[in-house]
């Protein structure tokens, strides 16, 4: 029923119908459900089972952990926070937002042991975000489809993933929307679409949203999604504080390589990054070039400040272990720096471009105190200049090759 009802309806988009120019819409809606019935009719032909589309929807699926972990994270920090004041009604209705009010409805109760309640009420604030960020993203797409006469390309489904879990849960929609337009219209169709593009569109919306927005992207009132309450990451508490606050709390190490921290929405869980660096390396949709040089060069960086130390710079003295469980390193490292399009494309350029970044994520978070994150920097730094590293490595290989043989 399904395929005869778009069939009807695809004679009003194809050429000559009245919906001619929005064909793009219905192409993208179709080849969402089905797979293209287009098949070549001359040679050469290729059997593959990859497509993009079936890179996109193995990103996905590898994001999966992430966000449900990040999701049920949004929930549990807010009903850790809103708990203790259950008996004073009055200051309870201060603290609430009208996703909060939402999930009273559910009448869940605000219990954080509950996986049911911290997932619902975290769903609250992930939803909205997410519907945001496709209608606006899908808007874009559309319309630059439209008007270049092309496909809707299956790009922005991974990019319109990416932005919830890169933003704080309490972050206004209307911000999201801006964030979205900037970084689908000047991040990625200025250059001409997907696979032109040479910043990452997800990274350039979050670049947006620190630039322009910063007070409800950074501090210690944003990360927690009830109104008026305020808690640090531990990576600001690293930096305002030292590391000994940090080994001095409690099982932190390990609710920090869990996700159960105060953070992005998607970004806090290091084991579920893990299980999407399983599935995207075993898949081979991301390089594990990438992934390893980037944790050399961190690695690599903050041995070196540890061994230098300063008592001025707190940062200075974190361990590597902490760097990889805080912030969005773990994150960024497996979903944001192996982004196919924005990252080189030989192999030796990926292992410089990946060590560059682990470099520069450390080098941020510890000469910069009013910065302590660096992630997101650090990649958009790298997309700039992958093209460049990859032209000198093809540039020398050349070399190479004509001194060989030559001799």
């Given at each position: 029923?399904l395929?005869?009802?778009?069939d ?19 192409e993208a ?7 293209p ?5 001359k ?19 590898a994001?999966?952990?992430?966000i449900l ?10 009903n ?10 009055q ?15 559910t009448?869940?109760?605000f219990?954080?042991?509950s ?13 909205p ?12 797409e ?12 299956e ?6 993933m990416l932005i ?6 309490t ?6 929307a ?24 997800a990274?350039?919306?979050r ?16 990360w927690?999604a009830v109104?008026?309450?305020s ?13 000994d ?13 869990m ?5 992005s929405?998607?970004e ?6 893990l299980?999407?660096a ?13 992934m390893?040089?980037v ?6 960086m ?5 061994a ?11 361990p590597?272990?902490?760097h990889?469980?805080l912030?969005g ?6 979903f ?5 399009v924005t ?15 682990g ?7 510890t000469v ?9 920097l ?29 001799g």
């Open positions: 029923m395929r005869k009802f778009l009807k309806q695809g004679k009003a988009f194809e050429k000559g119908g009245r919906f001619e120019k929005l064909y793009p819409l219905y809606i179709d080849t969402f459900l089905y797979t019935g287009a098949t070549s009719k040679p050469s032909f290729v059997r593959d089972a990859v497509d993009l589309k079936r890179m996109m929807i193995t990103v996905v699926v994001m999966t952990p992430a972990l990040g999701i049920y994270n949004a929930g549990y920090q807010a850790l926070a809103i708990s203790p004041i259950l008996p004073d009604v200051a309870l209705n201060a603290l609430t937002n009208w996703q909060t009010t939402l999930f009273l409805m009448g869940l109760g219990d954080p042991t996986v049911i309640a911290c997932f619902v009420h975290g769903l609250m604030y992930y939803a975000i997410l519907i945001v960020t496709f209608a606006v993203g899908g808007f874009w559309v319309l630059f489809a439209a008007v270049r006469k092309h496909e809707v390309n790009g922005f489904f991974v990019t319109g919830p879990m890169l933003v704080p849960a972050i206004p929609l209307w911000q999201v801006l964030a979205t337009s900037f970084g689908i219209v000047i991040g990625k169709e200025v250059f001409g679409g997907v696979g032109y593009n040479i910043l990452n569109p990274l350039t919306a670049a947006f949203l620190f630039f322009a927005y910063a007070p409800d992207i950074s501090g210690n009132s944003v927690v109104d008026g309450y808690a640090a990451t531990p990576l600001a508490l690293a930096a305002e504080q030292g590391i606050t940090l080994n001095g709390i409690s099982h932190l190490w390990y609710n920090s390589f996700g159960y921290i105060p953070g929405l998607g806090t869980s290091v084991a579920a990054c299980i999407g399983f599935i995207l390396i075993v898949t081979g949709v991301a390089s594990w070039r990438i390893i040089s944790v050399a060069g961190a690695f690599a903050s041995t070196l400040f540890n230098v130390g300063s008592e001025t710079n707190p940062m200075m003295a974190m590597f272990e902490w990889l469980v912030g390193f773990a994150f960024g490292t497996v944001m720096a192996t982004d196919p990252a080189p494309v030989s192999n030796t350029a990926r292992i410089i471009y990946g060590f560059l970044i470099v520069l994520v450390i080098l941020v978070r910069n105190p009013a910065y302590p994150e660096g992630m997101m650090s990649i958009l730094l790298m997309n700039v200049f992958a093209p460049l590293i990859d032209y000198y490595v093809v540039k020398a290989h050349k070399k190479k090759r004509m001194a060989r043989y030559v």
